[in-house]
């Protein structure tokens, strides 16, 4: 059982930074691979990005957000830099004990955190 709280969101003009907090308590030992998704109203939930091994990121934040976990603190964190309006999104965190080639789907993983609003203004 692991427990993920996400923090940091807000509202930042376009081409703004924010960064995006993660904390895991509980079983954190058993977690191997975390990951960020989005998901705005009336839409599927989004892979944004993932850590684990190596780093993974969609397409479309590529070169924009950047993933990095502090395993000591039991933290992963998502900086988001060069945002834009269509990053407008409820911003969640998740986890899974092991790694999967499927790191991008959401149903890969077990854990999730009840999410950040992050707005970004035109």
């Known amino acids: 059982q692991v427990q993920l709280v996400e923090s940091g969101g807000g509202l930042v003009q376009a081409g703004g930074s924010l960064r995006l907090s993660c904390a895991a308590s509980?079983?954190?030992?058993?977690?191997?691979?975390m990951a960020w998704f989005r998901q705005a109203p009336g839409k599927e939930r989004e892979f944004v990005a993932a850590?684990?091994?190596?780093?993974y990121y969609a397409d479309s934040v590529k070169g924009r957000f950047t993933i990095s976990r502090d395993n000591a603190k039991n933290t992963v964190s998502l900086q988001m830099n060069s945002l834009k309006p269509e990053d407008t999104d409820v911003y969640y965190c998740?986890?899974?004990?092991?790694?999967?080639?499927?790191?991008?789907?959401?149903?890969?993983?077990?854990?999730w955190g009840q999410g950040t609003q992050v707005t970004v203004s035109s």
């Open positions: 998740a986890g899974h004990t092991y790694y999967s080639s499927n790191y991008y789907r959401d149903t890969t993983y077990d854990s």
């Open positions: 850590i684990g091994g190596s780093t």
């Open positions: 509980g079983r954190t030992f058993s977690i191997y691979t």
